[in-house]
């Protein structure tokens, strides 16, 4: 038998949880957007062509950022074809995912939607094929109340008031040969520091992400932050980090370990922006923005296929990964991670929101449901906000076949001060073992238990579809602070004061 105990104190405290934690991303990649969010001949359609029943699973998922417009697709971007009357825009195409773009949807009609599903645009700009002034005109555009022409053009277009967008992306995995104006790590740290300072020069009240390493297995990673860094340190706020995991060779007790190395990415990443800040003699901390998570790989043979005879086409189907109970775990374990990291990981957004690689799926004739990944994602929004706790963890352990000494059992703590409420996240990653798990709650006095809500399942594989949803939270009987937790399982306790 697995056992693990958790002591939670309030005076151990990493961080509060910066909501913007709870990030998404809509790319114009596949039907994330086109049947996606956007579909005027849907029955849930409103006025704006949004899907309302999409909108209503945002909602549910309660994010407060989302990335846009890409992703990759952000690197050959001319928003200003984005913008305007409809029937004026001019279609364009999608160099990074081979599809033709119709704009029906861009910059205002984004600006719209986020609004309606509760949440912020965090806006990038193109520095692949474009540079410094697309992105001044495109900030004038979006957030300036000003008698000049970009804003006089957004009014011109329907929209009197800014959307005063706050954060703003600086490209998009620039490191990435793939990436259209791909650069050297001088070359983009120079353009990224020039376009946040001209932005910055316009309005003060932003906050700028440069682009670090499109993955920590990229030959550059390491050197190309510090590069970077080196140049834009004194523009930016965030460096960017992004990461997709794959169960390819089946071997789920590696799956569940691959948080151990998020956590030393992210905390690799820490120390080179702190080396730099050494090295400045700075006073300023740049902060971690993980703006591109989850896993990634069902859908990379059907994909492959697809492109193989590389046609341009409208909204193709791409990246709609069918999401496994176990990739929830994983999803779950990630989010544990990022909380324990809050007090250097302010920003993240799961990849992507809709359909591509997505907690939401839609039917082009039906409905929209919820990927068995929506869960956890659900859980830490709604019952992870407040501030991270430092818990300490004494769990037993197993070998994977890439690390040592796995804990059993992983976990997080959250205080909501102000409700009164403490929430535990913990994951039981043996696959044939429950683990007795025991919540000391010193420091807590008065606290019990409200509720317990879990994901097991016996079939590790078991998904979702719009017919049936397999994975789903189960309401667990419990009281006092011992409790049993199920093999291979995502485990949220909230307890009131
Ligand atoms: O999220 C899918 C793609 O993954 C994004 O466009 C890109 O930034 C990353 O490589």
Redesign the pocket.
Same mark, same amino acid.
């Given at each position: 038998m697995a056992k693990a105990t958790l002591i939670v104190d309030k005076d151990f405290q990493i961080a509060p949880v910066d909501e913007r934690l709870y990030g998404s991303?809509i /790319?114009h990649?596949g039907r994330a957007v086109y049947t996606g969010i956007y579909q005027p001949d849907h029955e849930t359609a409103d006025e704006d062509g949004f899907r309302k029943d999409v909108i209503d699973l945002v909602k549910e998922l309660n994010v407060p950022i989302v990335r846009y417009p =890409? =992703? !990759?697709? +952000?690197s050959n971007f001319y928003w200003e074809d984005s913008v305007g009357p409809k029937d004026q825009r001019k279609p364009r195409l999608d160099l990074? @995912?081979r599809t033709l773009e119709p704009n029906e949807v861009g910059i205002q009609e984004f600006a719209r939607w986020a609004k309606k599903a509760g949440s912020k645009p965090m806006m990038a700009v193109n520095l692949g094929t474009r540079g410094v002034d697309a992105a001044l005109n495109l900030l004038e555009y979006c957030n300036l109340d000003t008698d000049t022409h970009y804003a006089n053009l957004r009014r011109s277009h329907g929209d009197d008031k800014p959307y005063d967008i706050k954060l703003w992306c600086m490209g998009?995995?620039m490191d =990435?040969p @793939?990436?259209a104006g791909h650069k050297t790590a001088k070359e983009y740290g120079h353009l990224a520091a020039e376009t946040a300072k001209a932005m910055k020069m316009m309005d003060d009240s932003i906050e700028c992400v440069v682009c670090g390493s $499109? $993955?920590k297995y990229m030959p550059t990673f390491g050197s190309w932050e510090q590069e970077v860094l080196e140049e834009a340190y004194d523009y930016v706020d965030y460096v960017s980090l992004?990461t997709?995991w794959s169960n390819m060779a089946d071997d789920t007790p590696e799956f569940f370990a691959q948080n151990i190395d998020l956590e030393e990415f992210i905390e690799t990443v820490i120390h080179i922006c702190d080396l730099v800040k050494a090295k400045k003699h700075s006073k300023k901390q740049i902060n971690l923005s993980f703006d /591109?998570w !989850?896993v @990634?790989y069902h859908s990379n043979d059907q994909d492959d296929k697809d492109m193989k005879d590389r046609p341009w086409r409208k909204h193709p189907h791409l990246?709609e990964d069918i999401y496994t109970f176990e990739d929830a775990i994983v999803d779950g374990l990630a989010l544990i991670t990022f909380l324990k990291h809050a007090d250097r990981v302010k920003i993240a957004a799961l990849?992507?929101l809709v359909n +591509?690689?997505a907690p939401i799926m839609t039917e082009e004739n039906g409905k929209a449901w919820r990927q068995s990944i929506f869960y956890p994602f659900y859980h830490a929004s709604k019952y992870g906000r407040g501030i991270s706790l430092n818990p300490v963890l004494r769990s037993t352990s197993h070998d994977t076949s890439a690390h040592e000494g796995v804990t059993d059992v992983d976990a997080a703590a959250v205080w909501d001060e102000e409700k009164q409420q403490l929430t535990v996240f913990a994951v039981n990653r043996c696959l044939d073992q429950e683990a007795d798990f025991h919540i000391d709650l010193r420091g807590f006095e008065g606290y019990t238990l409200s509720f317990w809500e879990a994901l097991e399942s016996d079939d590790l594989k078991a998904v979702n579809s719009a017919e049936e949803e397999k994975v789903h939270p189960i309401q667990k009987e419990g009281s006092g602070n011992e409790f049993r937790l199920a093999p291979a399982s995502w485990n949220v306790f909230v307890f009131k004061g």
């Open positions: 991303f /790319e990649l =890409g =992703g !990759n697709f +952000v990074a @995912w998009n995995e =990435g @793939w990436q $499109s $993955s992004h997709y /591109e !989850n @990634w990246l990849a992507q +591509v690689i």
